[in-house]
């Protein structure tokens, strides 16, 4: 048996939390290790979903379809989140359509780290491309690396927005070669630029057609003698031109440079799934196991991480700020909702309203990423102010339904009440501290001043939400 | 002191939001509510009249500065040679007091605030000799850019969180506005810099309903139940939404309605100082997309004019301007030659200084386009230490011991009255 507050932890940083049910379900694994491989070996984690979000008909200005698609695609992904479950229940079937915590977190991951962004499409044809790359994302979260890698070279979203689909042999476009190296793989001060433009000259040829689809141009790529951390050849990106003899970037960094980018990345997961502040030790301990098939498959480090003792440790227990996606999927899931809120016309909604909480799906200020700084935006004010509006829509909706669970609040003792609120939201009331104390003060006060059901319930639920106990767990 | 004497004492903004959030029936648990920085009675103080304030605009990415400062009269026939796909055509340039630069014509009200006399390009800026990071890479470069630093400090504290360290305590001494919290405000030892949103939605704070006031209370009532030497997350986030709710209710009085855009940030910059009730002096936003690897001439086709309208929108909606200058900066310059139709990360780059105490005029040396003019590696030779900008900004304009603060001493340019 497993510690139920121990598959709680497991199960909030691996994926979005589980209920009480599911955490009854998953302690019934005989170890820590057995719960970690069912997660990780879970069949649902491969995916081959692939969502269209169309844009709207009616306004044909191509900027706002494509600004409207990926606030589609971002609501969407978001209600993935929401849905779910470590421990479905049902018919096969069912269970087999269920989302997969784990896969939907780390696509977010993968979203966040190999960066494309709205921001750069020119058409509707290259906005497009984000969804194909958030399919390559789904295929690969926890596949081998350097597929993830490879395919992402070749992806046209990345060839759009690193302006590689550009380079040529005669005018090399040094972007895609530098953040390859600099934020995809080994990390600043483990590269020189003399690597950097051999790595953007191999890439020259990779590009796209005219419908946006990525193809190899030989007759633009460099096939002549470039020189890559030291080595003298003619260097591809991955293989593609067949005239590399076998000295190929993406390959080369997975293999020669492994210990090095496993490093790079073990210390980035470790940060996105236990705490920021890992040892140096931590750290080779995750990239030994990253890479201990001989290969970079993710499968080990996921299951590195969450068997290491550090994942387990105090500083990672002491709770972990929810960023904005799991921020949201955590309300959705503890009011219930298939789906998030549509705002205006129903060409925005919930996506959208997490621009200002620091984390807008699809549409990253820069290729810089969501998981480097230990100061991200979603700490704040701002986030906050967008947090209000979120949770005013998404419990609006909840109490527009006259049979939604909150009703059935009114009908109990004021610490009964929050109690169960704070178990929607996957907080053990024990552990909650000064959020049930003020929640019950609060509720207490309503119900003394007689302001009414609704307004009881909409304030307990934007109080919990709002917390301390639920934002960093 | 008791809570009448502490009434008594809070300057009249301080005392209307106290009576606010309290329902007017202060006593001593509501007062530690009140207080969760400490600080509360400091940072409502207006400033006074000809306080300085900054208002620095980073231009995400790296700009290409060649591109706006163009080098024009013999400087511009090497320019043009390296990179003839997206040169400025020499014609069209707006004439500046030396022959030796003309401004991109897609800012023509900025051209036209420096013939008035408020502009300033220092140009060359970079980070010189610098060690211990990599100058071509955004973040690194960004981040000792803001530090003010050429090799890894001891201490990771920015620019203007050194400054504000010299100043009386105040949690909003600094603001960035679609910013978030940029290293540039952050590690000094006194918390003296908070983001502000772009909108304030339906933030409870602002106009709470009598149904929504028990929320409100108890939000601010678990934001006091950490103290503020706690930063713990759970403090943080405690704290963050009792800020906000104090804070809001002032703020939605300024803010303006369209918020979108820089221009929309640079309002709502206009209208705080306009407002002055945060005692805020320096800000900070920021104008992304100038990393043109590609499509350099339609990117800056499209943000220059934003920019240039922002800018001058700006001053123009601030009821007094006099005090008041903006720094336009951005993390490195790009390559010397363009490729298919842009440029790469580079070196070397111009600072813009923009208001009334600014003397017009370019500064520093332009770096040249010739083969023989160019740094050993083939990019632009920097010419002019971001120190120089700096330092005259501390210790000319915002006040303060520019050697100590910026920590290495460094001439000015002259480029303040």
């Given at each position: ?5 121990d ?15 599911e955490?009854?379900?998953?302690s ?23 969502p ?17 698609r990926i ?9 993935r989140m ?9 018919t096969?079937?069912q269970?087999k359509?269920?989302?997969a915590?784990?896969l ?8 966040g780290?190999?960066?494309s962004?709205?921001?750069k499409p ?15 994302f ?8 350097q ?27 040094e972007?895609y070669?530098?953040?390859?190296l ?15 433009i ?9 590009t ?9 141009d ?5 096939n ?10 003619n ?10 003899g076998g ?6 960094l997975?293999?020669t ?18 705490h920021?502040?890992p ?30 003792p550090?994942?387990?440790s ?5 709770g ?8 949201v ?11 998030l809120?549509?705002?205006g016309?129903?060409?925005?909604g ?16 820069s ?12 700490i704040?004010?701002?986030a906050?102010?967008a947090k209000v ?25 004021t ?6 609120v704070?178990g ?9 501290g ?5 929640a ?6 309503q ?20 917390s301390p ?5 | 002191?008791?809570t ?22 202060a006593?001593?648990a ?28 980073y231009?995400g ?12 009269g ?6 043009d ?22 401004l ?29 990071f ?25 620019v ?22 940029p ?6 030892a ?8 772009t909108?304030?939605?339906?933030a ?45 209710s ?5 803010y ?9 940030s640079?309002g ?10 945060t ?9 992304g ?11 800056l ?9 922002a ?26 030659h363009?490729?298919?139709n ?6 070397a780059?111009?600072?813009v200084?923009?208001g ?10 332009q ?9 050993a ?9 971001f ?5 005259e ?8 011991d ?14 303040l009255?």
């Amino acid at each position: 048996m497993v510690a139920t507050q121990d598959v709680a932890h497991l199960c909030r940083r691996a994926g979005f939390g589980a209920s009480a049910s599911e955490i009854t379900t998953l302690s019934a694994h005989p170890t820590i290790s057995a719960l970690v491989d069912a997660i990780v070996d879970d069949p649902r984690n491969i995916s081959t979903l692939k969502p269209r979000p169309v844009a709207p008909r009616g306004n044909r200005d191509e900027g706002y379809r494509g600004y409207v698609r990926i606030v589609k695609l971002g609501r969407w992904y978001l209600e993935r989140m929401s849905a779910s479950r470590f421990a479905p229940t049902g018919t096969p079937t069912q269970v087999k359509y269920v989302p997969a915590p784990l896969l939907e977190k780390m696509t977010l991951f993968w979203h966040g780290l190999l960066v494309s962004s709205a921001q750069k499409p020119q058409n509707l044809s290259e906005n497009f491309t984000l969804l194909d790359q958030h399919n390559l994302f789904r295929t690969h979260a926890l596949g081998n690396f350097q597929t993830l890698l490879s395919d992402t070279s070749k992806d046209p979203a990345m060839l759009i927005y690193l302006d590689n689909a550009l380079s040529t042999k005669d005018l090399v476009n040094e972007n895609y070669g530098r953040e390859v190296l600099e934020l995809f793989s080994l990390g600043v001060g483990n590269y020189t630029q003399t690597d950097v433009i051999g790595a953007s000259r191999a890439g020259t040829g990779y590009t796209l057609d005219s419908r946006a689809k990525y193809k190899f141009d030989a007759a633009i790529h460099d096939n002549t003698t470039k020189t890559f951390f030291g080595v003298d050849g003619n260097w591809d990106l991955t293989g593609a031109a067949a005239t590399s003899g076998g000295l190929d970037v993406v390959p080369h960094l997975c293999t020669t440079k492994q210990v090095e980018v496993s490093t790079y990345l073990a210390k980035l997961l470790f940060q996105y799934f236990a705490h920021f502040t890992p040892s140096p030790a931590t750290i080779s301990d995750i990239a030994t196991g990253f890479r201990q098939s001989g290969q970079l498959n993710i499968k080990d480090a996921l299951k590195t991480i969450f068997n290491h003792p550090d994942f387990w440790s105090a500083t990672a227990r002491a709770g972990k700020m929810k960023t904005p996606p799991e921020w949201v999927a955590a309300c959705g899931r503890a009011l219930a909702l298939k789906t998030l809120p549509r705002y205006g016309n129903g060409d925005d909604g919930i996506s959208g309203a997490t621009d200002q909480m620091g984390l807008f799906l699809f549409n990253q200020p820069s290729v810089f990423g969501w998981w480097r700084r230990p100061e991200p935006r979603w700490i704040g004010y701002p986030a906050f102010v967008a947090k209000v509006d979120a949770i005013n829509s998404m419990a609006g909706q909840a109490l527009s339904k006259g049979t939604h669970p909150v009703y059935t609040l009114g009908a109990m003792p004021t610490a009964t009440a929050v109690d169960t609120v704070l178990g929607w939201f996957l907080v053990d009331p024990a552990t909650a501290g000064a959020t049930r104390t003020r929640a019950i003060e609060m509720l207490d006060r309503q119900r003394t001043e007689g302001v009414g059901d609704y307004w009881e319930h909409l304030n307990l639920i934007r109080f919990i939400a709002l917390s301390p106990a639920v934002q960093v767990n | 002191m008791d809570t009448n004497d502490l009434l008594a004492s809070l300057p009249d903004v301080t005392r209307r939001r106290f009576l606010q959030v309290t329902g007017g029936t202060a006593g001593a648990a509501v007062l530690a509510q009140m207080l969760p920085f400490g600080q509360l009675a400091a940072w409502a103080d207006p400033l006074p009249p000809g306080a300085p304030i900054l208002v620095s605009v980073y231009l995400g990415g790296g700009l290409d500065g060649a591109h706006m400062l163009v080098p024009a009269g013999p400087g511009y026939g090497a320019y043009d040679d390296k990179r003839d796909n997206i040169a400025v055509p020499e014609a069209s340039l707006l004439s500046l007091s030396s022959t030796e630069n003309g401004l991109n014509p897609l800012m023509p009200k900025l051209h036209a605030r420096y013939q008035a006399g408020d502009v300033a390009f220092a140009r060359g800026v970079d980070l010189l000799n610098p060690s211990g990071f990599e100058p071509l890479s955004h973040f690194d470069k960004t981040d000792y850019v803001m530090l003010g630093r050429t090799a890894p400090p001891p201490q990771r504290n920015g620019v203007w969180a050194r400054w504000a360290d010299t100043q009386p305590d105040n949690p909003l001494l600094m603001a960035t506005v679609d910013f978030g919290m940029p290293v540039l405000f952050t590690g000094g030892a006194k918390q003296q810099a908070a983001a502000l949103p772009t909108y304030l939605g339906d933030a409870l704070g602002a106009n709470p309903s009598p149904q929504e006031q028990a929320l409100v209370d108890a939000l601010l009532a678990l934001d006091a139940d950490y103290v503020p030497a706690d930063l713990s997350l759970p403090s943080r986030v405690a704290h963050a939404g009792g800020f906000a709710l104090r804070t809001t209710s002032d703020l939605a009085s300024a803010y303006p309605a369209d918020t979108d855009g820089i221009d929309g940030s640079m309002g709502i910059i206009a209208a705080l100082i306009n407002a002055n009730i945060t005692g805020t002096q320096v800000y900070a936003t920021v104008q992304g997309g100038y990393d043109t690897h590609s499509n350099q001439l339609n990117d800056l086709g499209y943000l220059f004019p934003r920019l240039d309208d922002a800018i001058d929108e700006f001053f123009a909606a601030l009821v007094d301007p006099s005090n008041v200058i903006v720094m336009v900066w951005t993390e490195f310059g790009r390559t010397a030659h363009s490729n298919p139709n842009g440029t790469d990360h580079g070196k070397a780059n111009n600072v813009v200084l923009a208001g009334p105490r600014v003397t017009a005029g370019l500064y520093g040396s332009q770096p040249g386009f010739a083969p023989n003019e160019l740094d050993a590696n083939g990019y632009l030779d920097p010419t002019t230490d971001f120190g120089s900008v700096y330092s005259e900004l501390i210790s000319d304009f915002l006040g303060g011991d520019a050697t100590a603060i910026y920590g290495s001493a460094h001439a000015p340019l002259g480029m303040l009255t």
